[in-house]
Structure formats: structure tokens, C-alpha cells
Antibody, heavy 121, light 107 residues
Framework: QVQLVESGGGVVQPGRSLRLSCAAS????????MHWVRQAPGKGLEWVAALSYDGRNDYYADSVKGRFTISRDSSKNSLYLQMNSLRVEDTAVYYC??????????????WGQGTLVTVSS | SFALTQPPSVSVSPGQTARITCSGD??????SYWYQQRPGQAPVVVIYKDNERPSGIPERFSGSTSGTTVTLTISGVQAEDEADYYCQSADGRGTWVFGGGTTLTVL
């Protein structure tokens, strides 16, 4: 079955970098657009970044544009989020999520279990 | 970017009907989606494309749309439905947005 497993979270100081990984199984990343969505403690969901199914197009929320980069390694069937110049307000659980239907942009299904990123001095 | 507005909270007694609204200009021409998130868990889609229900989601969950407002309706609410609910849409140009979320309390 389809499964997404995030890793790479942890505690990091402001201004430093961190790379999150999302290992996908049960489907090929090459067929589905993928996203990162975050949730600050006690807050709502915030879309962060998207990568098209063919890997040619990436999109970012204004809050992370220029600091975060979404990418993938098809040989490992894994999605990544490189986070640079981290800020305290980036503290959140980061989820990777798959688009439900292939090739297009539709709805998030399923989601991984999330990985916690804490930015603190 | 665009915004989606939800009420922060809705409370109903077991067996009653809960209605959660979501408003935003983009909803007049883009699909809406609804996610349920229980404490400590990842979100799960309960309604897609305005009013379609995924397999495995109980029939008491339904969605409707009218202009720039969409509504998630839960008929015959059960205790297990207590959760946070988020609406979501996209602008078709590379931006996805969630509503602020609504906490459903079953009294």
C-alpha cells in the first residue's frame, strides 16, 4: 500500500539549515505531484511547497520562498525539503503529502506521519 | 495569494447535524477539499472535489457548495467525529491554501 515516511527533523539554531526526507513506497514519485505541508504547534495547516509529477516545476509559499527548496531522487523514490536560513517561526511538524490522482494537482492523499522541526537558540 | 475562512469552533450533541462552512472567492471556480485531523494524527481527506466521498469515509459526511462558500455536513454526529476539520483549495497557478481549521466538539 501507499506509504510516506518523513525523517530529518530535529532541533536547529536560527539561521542554520536542515534537510527533510520523505521515503515513498507503493507508488512512483514520477507519476504524482508531491507537497510539503507544515503545522506549527497548536496551529493550523500551512502549505509549504509543491513539486510537479515530472519534477520540472516547483512552487513555494511566500513565507519560505528563497529559503526552502523541494526536490526528489527518483532512484530512491524519495522527496526532500532543503530548509536554509531557518527562523523561529519555521518551527512545526512537517508533513509530506501525495496528490491523490496521477500527474495533476488535486487533493492530498495520503499524508505521512510528520517530522518535527524546532528552531531555537 | 488567497484566503479561506472557517469558524474556529462548532459544537453539537451526538446524533445531531454539524455544519462547517468555508468561504473564499477562489471557491467559486476551484474545487474544495475537506480534511479531518484527530489529535496527534496526520490529516485524512473526508471530502474531495466539493462533494465526493472517498471509500472508507462514512456516508454521514457530505459536502456542498454555493457560490463562494462550501459546507461540510456531518449528519448524525458520533463521538469519534470530534476532531479538527480543514477546508483546502488551490488557485490553479501554483498556490494551495488551507482554511484556519474548525474544531468540532461533540457535547
Amino acid at each position: 500500500q501507499v506509504q510516506l515516511v518523513e525523517s530529518g527533523g530535529g532541533v536547529v539554531q536560527p539561521g542554520r539549515s536542515l534537510r527533510l526526507s520523505c521515503a515513498a513506497s507503493g507508488f512512483s514519485l514520477s507519476l504524482f505531484a508531491m507537497h510539503w505541508v507544515r503545522q506549527a504547534p497548536g496551529k493550523g495547516l500551512e502549505w509549504v511547497a509543491a513539486l510537479s509529477y515530472d519534477g520540472r516545476n516547483d512552487y513555494y509559499a511566500d513565507s519560505v520562498k528563497g529559503r526552502f527548496t523541494i526536490s526528489r531522487d527518483s532512484s530512491k523514490n524519495s522527496l526532500y525539503l532543503q530548509m536554509n536560513s531557518l527562523r523561529v517561526e519555521d518551527t512545526a511538524v512537517y508533513y509530506c503529502a501525495k496528490m491523490a490522482e496521477p500527474m495533476g494537482y488535486n487533493w492530498f492523499d495520503p499524508w505521512g506521519q510528520g517530522t518535527l522541526v524546532t528552531v531555537s537558540s | 495569494s488567497f484566503a479561506l475562512t472557517q469558524p474556529p469552533s462548532v459544537s453539537v450533541s451526538p446524533g445531531q447535524t454539524a455544519r462547517i462552512t468555508c468561504s473564499g472567492d477562489v471557491l467559486s471556480n476551484q474545487y474544495s477539499y475537506w480534511y479531518q485531523q484527530r489529535p496527534g494524527q496526520a490529516p485524512v481527506v473526508v471530502i474531495y472535489k466539493d462533494n465526493e466521498r472517498p471509500s472508507g469515509i462514512p456516508e454521514r459526511f457530505s459536502g456542498s457548495t454555493s457560490g463562494t462558500t462550501v459546507t461540510l455536513t456531518i449528519s448524525g454526529v458520533q463521538a469519534e467525529d470530534e476532531a479538527d476539520y480543514y477546508c483546502q483549495s488551490a488557485d490553479g497557478r501554483g498556490t494551495w491554501v488551507f482554511g484556519g481549521g474548525t474544531t468540532l466538539t461533540v457535547l
